[in-house]
């Protein structure tokens, strides 16, 4: 009876044990590990957050539908921002402080992330694939928590640049951004690599969020000799930019999207609106690959589950929960911000959903380096180059 009694105290010890250091991990408990996303299901980018969510949802109920990961269940709560910041503040401390989240994966916006990071970084909680490819994604010196998908805004723009300038011939270079952190740093790149593009930087025109007339700012590039133009706006206003320019008549401009325009919808648009409109990415288009057998599989699960298309941002969605999963596995049973951040410097595998090798390392947070550039024809994305 005295060993019974004493196994049973062991027992209760050990376990006690286990249960306070696992308390110590915000979001972790023995049966559930919470994971937040703050995103924009309602305003100018839901046709990119919607179809993300979708997808990271999708992956999400796979595994726990499996049994989880290492017997916990994975929650996953999402706060919608309609891409305004002071949502996006209110959203982050909700997750962050009420529903003790353990990670973010997706969130999108670079001022809303860079906004978050005042609530998350205190507290270690992890960063994992925003849906923005601002460089500040990345971590500062000493702060580990931050881990991106795929090439910045930065680094497109001027792979973008480069391909268009010398492919064309274009001498000169404008741009066309929304004045926040996103906007500039996509016309910083534009006004700094375009003289190694070989061509002068020569005019620019800010924007509003829910701006819809743009008829004055491209009759101003127009008359000030832009040959090339980047872009830095909402969905919808990339569309009706490119779309002005055809029906002013100006047809022998190269305009330049970023990851951030990288859709299906801009692509088929009716009409052929958007055709020759080029775009610089981290990743192929779905659906030039929708025919191989991971991109058939998930294209098949998504339209299974949600009666719908899948979109490149869906298949991002998937893929970053898919990232989110093998980390888990990869840091065992107990599961810390140390085990995590380790198990997340050792993934390198080959992502046969994005054609790419996504390999994190104790040095390098960016998951993927490629820079795919893409144009529109005859209603989707063509990749034309990857660099």
């Known amino acids: 009876m005295k060993n019974v009694t004493k196994a049973l105290v062991t027992g209760a ?9 696992t308390a110590q991990t915000q979001g972790v408990s023995a049966s559930e590990v919470v994971v937040g996303s703050v ?38 709560v999402v706060e919608d921002h309609g891409y305004q910041l002071p949502k996006s503040t209110q959203a982050y401390n909700k997750l962050v402080n009420r529903d003790k989240v353990f990670a973010m994966i997706l969130s999108l916006g670079t001022p809303h992330n860079l906004a978050g990071f005042q609530l998350m970084d205190p507290k270690g909680i992890f960063n994992i694939n925003p849906l923005t490819a601002a460089r500040e994604m990345l971590p500062a010196e000493g702060n580990g928590n931050k881990f991106t998908g795929f090439s910045s805004y930065y680094d497109q723009t001027a792979a973008g640049m480069t391909y268009l300038a010398k492919e064309f011939g274009l001498k000169k270079a404008c741009t066309m951004y929304l004045p926040t952190d996103f906007g500039i740093e996509i016309s910083a790149a534009t006004k700094e690599k375009a003289a190694e593009a070989g061509m002068e930087f020569v005019s620019e025109t800010t924007h509003k969020p829910d701006e819809q007339d743009f008829v004055g700012a491209v009759q101003k590039l127009r008359a000030d000799g832009c040959q090339l133009v980047t872009m830095a706006l909402g969905v919808r206003a990339g569309i009706t930019v490119v779309g002005t320019a055809k029906q002013l008549g100006w047809t022998d401009v190269k305009f330049l999207a970023t990851s951030a325009g990288f859709l299906e919808a801009v692509a088929a648009v009716p009409g052929g609106v958007t055709d020759g409109l080029y775009a610089a990415a981290g990743w192929v288009d779905l659906q030039a690959r929708k025919g191989d057998p991971v991109p058939a599989k998930f294209v098949a699960d998504y339209e299974a589950k949600y009666g719908q298309p899948a979109s490149g941002f869906a298949m991002l969605g998937y893929s970053t929960a898919d990232t989110l999963v093998r980390a888990l596995e990869a840091a065992g049973p107990d599961l810390t911000q140390d085990s995590f951040k380790a198990a997340m410097e050792s993934l390198d595998y080959r992502e046969e959903l994005l054609d790419t090798q996504m390999k994190y390392t104790a040095d390098n947070h960016q998951g993927a380096n490629d820079v795919t550039i893409s144009v529109v024809k005859d209603g989707l994305w063509n990749l034309v180059a990857r660099q």
Not at 13 to 21: I, M, Y
Not at 48 to 71: E, F, K, M, T, Y
Request: glycine share 18%.
């Open 13 to 21: 010890l050990a376990l006690g044990l286990a249960t306070g250091a």
């Open 39 to 76: 995103n924009d299901l309602s305003g100018i980018f839901a046709a990119v957050g919607v179809p993300a969510i979708n997808g990271a949802n999708l992956r999400i109920d796979q595994a726990n539908a499996a049994g989880g990961v290492h017997g916990r269940q994975i929650k996953f």
